[in-house]
């Protein structure tokens, strides 16, 4: 079975630039979180989908950011203008039910570099 | 703010020895879920071991288990047997009971020396 996949797995975009991070969730997973890391400090969540709705985007940090899971499949999260602060792992994570009662699996993560 | 706090930033320890790894919390809930996540150089994060709040005995999983203490706000991850493959980022993760989504503490790497 495959597993959460990112795509890409690297990223350097100029400030002001357009960038699509696109995560794959494993099939049937229902419950899709983005998460990033900046700087080396705490993984931050940004949201959640149940299926293709928003079930939480409380950690989403501004209104550059646009998260879309059409179809409730693959996920994409686009930042728009990127801006310096953007630069960090971007990890997706899923699971069958929400995360609290069984086990998230996460993709290797996308590094954003913006300069 | 419910928070997650990992107090060390880099441990190291000899090959089958044992290490333990802090990890505090705080959080006004009752009901919530404890996790610690380990990140190999270069792969995906993958879960170590789960914890109920609401379960008294501590969560065990082969050479891997925790010292859950509810009033303390602690869930440190003890190794035991330290193998070189453990080398790697050890996340731990609190869930509250009402959400689904997990929030980290700074992350502890970790190195096994041969």
């Known amino acids: 079975e495959a597993g959460v996949t990112q795509f890409p797995s690297h990223s350097v975009i100029e400030k002001g630039q357009t960038v699509t991070l696109r995560c794959d969730p494993i099939s049937g997973h229902d419950n899709l979180y983005w998460y990033r890391r900046v700087m080396g400090k705490e993984i931050k969540f940004l949201l959640h989908?149940?299926?293709?709705?928003?079930?939480?985007e409380s950690g989403m940090p501004n209104n550059r950011f646009l998260a879309e899971r059409t179809g409730g499949t693959y996920s994409t999260l686009k930042v728009q203008p990127a801006e310096l602060e953007d630069s960090g792992v971007y990890f997706c994570?899923?699971?069958?039910?929400?995360?609290?009662?069984?086990?998230?699996?996460f993709g290797q993560g996308t590094r954003l570099t913006v300069v | 703010a419910q928070t997650v706090t990992q107090s060390q930033p880099e441990m190291s320890v000899q090959e089958a020895e044992t290490v333990t790894l802090s990890c505090t919390y705080d959080?006004?809930?009752?009901?919530?879920?404890l996790f610690w996540y380990k990140q190999p150089p270069s792969r995906q994060m993958i879960l170590v071991i789960r914890?109920?709040?609401?379960?008294?005995q501590n969560a065990t999983e082969n050479r891997f288990s925790v010292n859950f203490q509810k009033a303390a706000k602690s869930f440190s991850l003890k190794i035991s047997d330290s193998q070189l493959g453990d080398t790697a980022m050890y996340f731990c993760a609190f869930c509250p009971s009402n959400t689904g989504k997990l929030i980290f503490g700074q992350g502890t790497t970790l190195q096994v020396k041969p």
């Open positions: 959080t006004s809930e009752s009901n919530y879920y």
């Open positions: 989908f149940v299926k293709e709705s928003k079930q939480d």
């Open positions: 914890q109920e709040a609401y379960k008294q």
């Open positions: 994570a899923s699971s069958q039910v929400k995360v609290r009662t069984t086990e998230a699996f």
